[in-house]
Structure formats: C-alpha cells, structure tokens
C-alpha cells in the first residue's frame, strides 16, 4: 500500500481510500477511528490477523506466529508533524511497519527520549513489552501496519493499557 497522500488532503478522504484498500485485500475492519488528535486508527478483525500478517509482516510471520500469543492488527494513520504520545504498556509489545509516507520513531528503556529515528518505507520497528516509544509524523501523511502481541493471554490488551508519560495533546498522563 503506497499512497503517497500529500500532507494537505483531507483525513476523510485518506480514511476513505484506506478503508476501500483494506476491503480490497478482503481484510474486515472491526472499527475505525479518525478522530485521534494525531489521525486514527483502523482495527482488523482477529480472524484475519494471519492474512495482514501475510500481506504486511511476512518476514516476521514465522516469529509472529511462533509466539503462541494473542495477536491483534491494525493499520495507525499519523498525520503530518503530529506525534502520538510517549507511552508504555504492561500487557503488550508492538511491531510496526512503515508502509506509506514519511515517519520517525523515539524508543528508549527509561523515560528521556532519545533522538528521532528516521523510518523508510519498509521499515519494521519491534517494541518490546513496557519499552518507551513514539511514533512520529513527518512531512506528509505516515500509514503504519502494527501488530499487538499481547503478554498476558488473562488479561489481553487493549486502549486502557497505554502509560502516557507525555502528550502533546494534553490528554491525561497515567499514573506510573
């Protein structure tokens, strides 16, 4: 998926093409969201996890799969010079792939963000469970596959599970 959407298109109309594109891959959509601060999201049935695996991840399929853990798809679209928030979670680590635009990761063990690192199209990012991270848009609209790999099989994650230690978008910090 190379959209290449420009950074003054409007978020309606990136939802829209990305949404008839899943369809096209006969990907479902479980819910969508383009009403995030930063862009949104589109969440991918379970049941399909294996084909977006496939069709984003296949070279990470085998250690995906090998895990014998929760997984659970979605496509995040970051819009341009807007950042997610630095965060963590407890019950789950992440893989992302930079398949469309311009984007920039921060990780770190601790709380300091180090630099940004710049992502190619292609680029796959692994998070580990409790790592700090964020995703970052750059000059044009960033479309990212990502998969949760859920820690605890007890207790999956899900929206709750993110330890907010900044953002810019004054959302409530978690406590820690």
């Known amino acids: 998926m190379q959209f290449n959407f420009i950074n003054n298109t409007p978020k309606e109309l990136i939802f829209k093409y990305i949404a008839e594109h899943l369809h ?27 084909k977006f695996i496939n069709i984003y991840f296949p070279e990470l399929a085998g250690l995906l799969l090998k895990k014998q853990t929760q997984l659970s798809p979605k496509i995040l679209v970051v819009a341009p010079q807007k950042r997610l928030s630095w965060q963590y979670h407890h019950r789950r680590a992440e893989a992302w792939k930079l398949i469309s635009g311009t984007a920039a990761v921060i990780t770190s063990e601790n709380d300091e963000e180090n630099h940004k690192q710049y992502i190619n199209v292609g680029d796959i990012t692994q998070l580990k469970q409790g790592e700090r991270h964020r995703l970052v848009g750059l000059d044009d609209w960033a479309i990212v596959a990502e998969i949760w790999l859920h820690t605890n099989p007890n207790n999956p994650s899900d929206e709750n599970d993110i330890v907010r230690i900044q953002d810019d978008f004054g959302r409530q910090k978690s406590p820690l």
Not at 32 to 50: A, H, M, S, Y
Request: proline letters at 4%.
């Open 24 to 50: 096209s891959l006969h990907l479902k959509i479980n819910k969508q969201d383009n009403t995030r601060p930063w862009g949104g999201f589109f969440v991918i049935e379970e049941q399909d996890t294996l």
